[in-house]
């Protein structure tokens, strides 16, 4: 099963997309987690992408390509994975079916987890507070939906148009959003 989760900073696709990977038994992978681990570790992978990253703004196609490809040839995810914050970009989108065709697979659905703007404001600046992530300043917070709406809210449409997205509504509590996401695999 390859899943990508497609949603806004805030919309709950990890914590959904998690669930459904244990449910699953696929790993699920976060490019923003690898990203985070990688600034962590001060690789020079986490090293180029940070200031991109406390700036809201994507760290370039041209750095993340490669990790993507580094993803998805691992042998952890030959049996499918759940992608969680990728592809981010019509680039990383094409990156990603490349990658799959080359060893005979595609995508099987793409999750939307939709949650209206006022509430995403809500909850990201909750997390602000709880986690203290260091993107998630009021201003970075603002910055990241403005670079969704323009650079990845544009796969709503791709996926639409290939017949593979889904809508699901990401209000309510996490079991009832996972309910929906299961509803909807028909699982
Ligand atoms: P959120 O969905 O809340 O923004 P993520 O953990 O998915 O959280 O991403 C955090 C940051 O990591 C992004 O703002 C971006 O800078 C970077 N990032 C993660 N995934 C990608 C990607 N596929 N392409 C480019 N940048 C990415």
Do not use: C, H, W
Request: aromatic share 4%; proline share 4%.
């Amino acid at each position: 099963m390859q899943i990508i989760v497609l949603g806004a900073p805030g919309s709950g696709k990890g914590t959904q997309g998690a669930l459904l990977a244990d449910r699953l038994g696929v790993p699920k992978i976060a490019t923003g987690d690898l990203l985070r681990a990688a600034v962590r570790d001060r690789t020079s992978l986490g090293v180029e992408a940070r200031s991109f990253m406390d700036r809201g703004l994507l760290v370039p196609d041209e750095i993340i390509l490669g990790l993507i490809e580094e993803v998805l040839r691992s042998p952890e995810a030959q049996d499918g994975v759940i992608m969680d914050g990728f592809p981010r970009t019509l680039a990383q989108a094409e990156a990603v079916e490349g990658l799959l065709a080359d060893r005979g697979s595609r995508i099987d659905r793409v999750l939307l987890i939709d949650v209206p703007e006022d509430e995403l404001v809500k909850r990201m600046l909750g997390r602000a507070r709880a986690e203290g992530r260091s993107d998630d300043t009021p201003e970075t917070i603002r910055k990241r939906f403005a670079v969704y709406g323009e650079q990845t809210a544009p796969l709503i449409r791709y996926y639409e148009e290939r017949g593979l997205l889904t809508t699901i509504v990401g209000l309510g509590t996490v079991r009832e959003v996972a309910d929906r996401v299961n509803e909807a695999l028909g699982r």
